[in-house]
């Protein structure tokens, strides 16, 4: 004869099976996209050609200015005066007047350094200057 407990023991878990099947579909969903984006990219493809154009990739370039310590101003590996500065944000937002400029400035800069630039951005025209930290844990 059977005698049942009058303790019901259920467990509560996890069902790990529908778990592992969405892992395995995101799994395949990116490697599917990534394999189509390359297989896009590597298409031999004769563009028309055009006398005025400039690519597009000049015009939507994000404009990178770094802050030494010493306070001096870096653009593409080339040291600025705060004039020239101006002068080159000027005529990207002349260019492109979404012109996107991320300022990223050494820890160890006078904060004042890193305003003057800010200033320089915003008077040239840029809405937005985007300013650059590093997150750490």
Same mark, same amino acid.
């Given at each position: 004869?059977?005698?049942?407990?009058?303790?019901?023991?259920?467990?509560?878990?996890?069902?790990?099976? =529908?778990?592992?099947?969405? /892992?395995?579909?995101?799994?395949?969903?990116?490697?599917?996209? &990534? &394999?189509?984006?390359?297989? $896009?990219? $590597?298409?031999?493809?004769?563009? +028309?050609?055009?006398?005025?154009?400039? =690519?597009?990739?000049?015009?939507?370039?994000?404009?990178?200015?770094?802050?030494?310590?010493?306070?001096?101003?870096? /653009?593409?590996?080339?040291?600025?005066? +705060?004039?020239?500065? %101006?002068?080159?944000?000027?005529?990207?937002?002349?260019? @492109? +007047?979404? %012109?996107?400029?991320? /300022?990223?400035? #050494?820890?160890?800069? +006078?904060?004042? @350094?890193?305003?003057?630039?800010? #200033?320089?951005?915003?008077?040239?025209?840029?809405?937005? =200057?985007?300013? #650059?930290?590093?997150? &750490? #844990?």
């Amino acid at each position: 004869m059977i005698i049942k407990s009058s303790e019901v023991s259920d467990s509560i878990s996890i069902e790990m099976t =529908p778990m592992i099947d969405m /892992v395995f579909l995101l799994l395949i969903f990116f490697l599917v996209a &990534t &394999t189509f984006h390359q297989t $896009e990219r $590597e298409m031999q493809i004769a563009l +028309p050609m055009a006398s005025s154009a400039e =690519p597009i990739s000049s015009l939507l370039q994000e404009l990178v200015v770094n802050i030494s310590e010493e306070g001096q101003i870096i /653009v593409g590996g080339r040291t600025l005066e +705060p004039e020239d500065l %101006q002068s080159m944000v000027a005529e990207s937002v002349k260019i @492109n +007047p979404d %012109q996107k400029v991320t /300022v990223r400035g #050494d820890r160890r800069t +006078p904060y004042a @350094n890193v305003i003057r630039v800010l #200033d320089i951005c915003k008077g040239a025209g840029i809405q937005e =200057p985007y300013l #650059d930290t590093v997150l &750490t #844990d």
